[in-house]
């Protein structure tokens, strides 16, 4: 089993930045994909950003050359830094993993969540 907990939501104004963390804990083998998916009040859950284990990055549109994500395969991290966030990136943010479990293959996890509010 593999938990993840995010960090770092909260309130910030239209044109401001936030940095969300991520660390994974439990039994790990082999991490696959890390990264992000958001989910905006009544709305389905979608993609943010994610990092392949090779280091390859893809984006949503709607977040490219605004949002950066990172990730130390040392301290099992993935980040996200949110640079000039809008009223719509107004979401609860959840980190995503694929790991290799031996025996089963590849698990998908999901953190909790954590809130990003952007004020107009």
């Given amino acids: 089993q593999v938990q993840l907990a995010e960090s770092g939501g909260g309130l910030v104004q239209a044109g401001g930045s936030m ?20 989910q905006g009040p009544g709305k389905q859950r979608l993609f943010v950003a994610h990092v392949s284990n ?13 949002f950066t994500i990172s990730r130390d395969n040392a301290k099992n991290t993935v980040t996200l830094e949110m640079n ?18 031996p025996g089963i293959g590849l698990v998908e996890y999901w953190g909790q969540g954590t809130k990003v509010t952007v004020s107009p």
Wanted: proline fraction near 2%; charge should be negative.
């Fill in 19 to 38: 940095r969300l963390s991520c660390v994974a804990s439990g039994t790990i083998f082999e991490v696959n994909t890390m990264g992000w998916y958001r």
């Fill in 54 to 66: 090779s280091g390859a990055m893809d984006y949503a549109d709607s977040v490219k050359g605004r």
């Fill in 84 to 101: 000039n966030l809008k009223p719509e990136d107004t979401s609860v943010y959840f980190c995503h993993g694929e790991y290799v479990t």
